[in-house]
């Protein structure tokens, strides 16, 4: 089945610190790959997106994520987080359903950030 | 340009009720997706509509339906809370979904069941 798993329920770093949220997919197909962020009492906001070209992608905030088909992962990262990025932070894949692509959310990881 | 709006921003209902929860696409959007978001989870999809129909349709019982308004706005209706059903519901608007559609979430209706 499509899906994508974060493992990490939660992350701490230290503001200034580098960042690495993990994410993997399981998809048969070449995936379309997205990073959502959610600060509280908030919806959600896109990051980046990985359709095809360029494994590196560069997104909003000083975000980045890699793609890697050998390992299945789409991993966020970010060289020094601020405070501000504290945040619920959600991959997604999207999968095919009746001729529509449907975006499927990971659980999310929890980043804490100390100051 | 005032994004994806949703009211209201939070609700109480009894078990057994029923709520109604409503949604505004960014401009230019014509599809609208639903998802439930449980408390430390990721959201899941509901469903979504397109031209005034539902087109696809996730794990949801039928006390879950909705409807589209021809100006592309959406309700989401669930008969029959249950307290389960408590979580935050968001609504996304994009553009005709294809591969890669970017979608626009709002800022999500906390329904609490008690």
């Known amino acids: 089945a499509q899906s994508v798993t974060q493992p990490d329920i939660h992350i701490t770093v230290s503001e200034g610190a580098s960042l690495e949220l993990r994410c993997n997919y399981s998809?048969?197909?070449?995936?379309?790959l997205f990073w959502y962020v959610q600060s509280p009492g908030q919806g959600l906001q896109l990051l980046l997106k990985?359709?095809?070209?360029?494994?590196l992608v560069q997104g909003i905030k000083g975000f980045e994520a890699e793609f890697k088909r050998s390992q299945s992962s789409f991993n966020l990262r970010k060289p020094s987080v601020h405070w501000s990025d504290a945040a619920e932070y959600f991959c997604?894949?999207?999968?095919?359903?009746?001729?529509?692509?449907?975006?499927?959310f990971g659980r999310g990881t929890s980043l804490i950030v100390h100051p | 340009d005032a994004g994806v709006t949703q009211s209201p921003t939070h609700l109480i209902k009894t078990r057994g009720q029923q709520v109604t929860l409503r949604c505004s696409p960014k401009?230019?959007?014509?599809?609208v997706s639903w998802y439930q978001q449980a408390l430390g989870q990721g959201p899941q999809f509901i469903f979504q509509?397109?031209?005034?129909?539902?087109?696809q349709r996730g794990n949801f019982p039928d006390r879950f339906s909705g409807h589209q308004f021809p100006n592309y706005s959406s309700e989401l209706n669930v008969n029959a809370l249950l307290l389960g059903d408590s979580a935050l519901y968001l609504c996304?608007?994009?553009?005709?979904?294809?591969?890669?559609?970017?979608?626009?979430f709002g800022q999500g209706t906390r329904l609490t069941v008690v």
């Open positions: 996304a608007s994009s553009e005709r979904t294809g591969i890669g559609t970017e979608a626009f």
């Open positions: 998809y048969g197909a070449t995936p379309y």
């Open positions: 990985y359709f095809s070209g360029d494994t």
């Open positions: 997604a894949v999207d999968i095919t359903s009746g001729g529509s692509y449907i975006p499927t």
């Open positions: 401009s230019g959007h014509d599809t």
């Open positions: 509509y397109y031209e005034e129909e539902e087109r």
